[in-house]
């Protein structure tokens, strides 16, 4: 673990070699590459090959399965929630508050207008103190 060093970036938090579904594909391809992958989340990718949105396992769940929504016809794009990003260079405060402000566990890295890679609560468990850890994990978990 490091710690947590104000000069750290995104970029050295996150996780590389992100892959994105494209937005036309369908939630039972996307729980199948969330599988394969071993992943909770997917970056949401149009025609442009730019970030659209994120989908998580429980968005298929929730907001397709559980309101009787078919997940082979129901697509990405019809989830694509939460554009909220942080730019590689962003200081490692400034990922952790655009986390703590959204109440999210992952959060995708942007360069020049592309996602290449992804922060989530096990790249922050690795590279941050308890302390500050602790207090990320109160602040997203407390609503």
Same mark, same amino acid.
């Given at each position: 673990?490091?710690?947590?060093?104000?000069?750290?970036?995104? #970029?050295?938090?996150?996780?590389?070699?992100?892959?994105?579904?494209?937005? =036309?594909?369908?939630?039972? #391809?996307?729980?199948?590459?969330?599988?394969?992958?071993?992943?909770?989340?997917?970056?949401?990718?149009?025609?442009?090959? #730019?970030?659209?949105?994120?989908?998580?396992?429980?968005?298929?769940?929730?907001?397709?399965?559980?309101?009787?929504?078919?997940?082979? #016809?129901?697509?990405?794009?019809?989830?694509?929630?939460?554009?909220?990003?942080?730019?590689?260079?962003?200081?490692?405060?400034?990922?952790?508050?655009?986390?703590?402000?959204?109440?999210?566990?992952?959060?995708?890295?942007?360069?020049?207008?592309?996602?290449?890679?992804?922060?989530?609560?096990?790249?922050?468990?690795?590279?941050?103190?308890?302390?500050?850890?602790?207090?990320?994990? =109160?602040?997203?978990?407390?609503?």
């Amino acid at each position: 673990m490091t710690s947590g060093h104000p000069h750290d970036t995104a #970029r050295d938090l996150m996780n590389p070699g992100v892959e994105c579904i494209a937005a =036309h594909e369908t939630l039972d #391809r996307a729980a199948q590459m969330m599988r394969d992958m071993g992943v909770g989340a997917l970056p949401i990718c149009g025609p442009d090959d #730019r970030l659209k949105g994120i989908i998580t396992d429980r968005d298929i769940v929730v907001k397709c399965i559980a309101e009787g929504h078919d997940p082979s #016809r129901t697509t990405a794009a019809d989830l694509a929630t939460g554009l909220v990003w942080v730019a590689a260079d962003a200081t490692v405060q400034e990922a952790l508050a655009r986390m703590e402000e959204n109440q999210i566990r992952r959060l995708p890295v942007i360069e020049q207008h592309r996602i290449i890679g992804m922060i989530s609560e096990a790249d922050l468990a690795k590279h941050l103190p308890d302390d500050q850890l602790a207090t990320f994990c =109160h602040r997203v978990y407390a609503s």
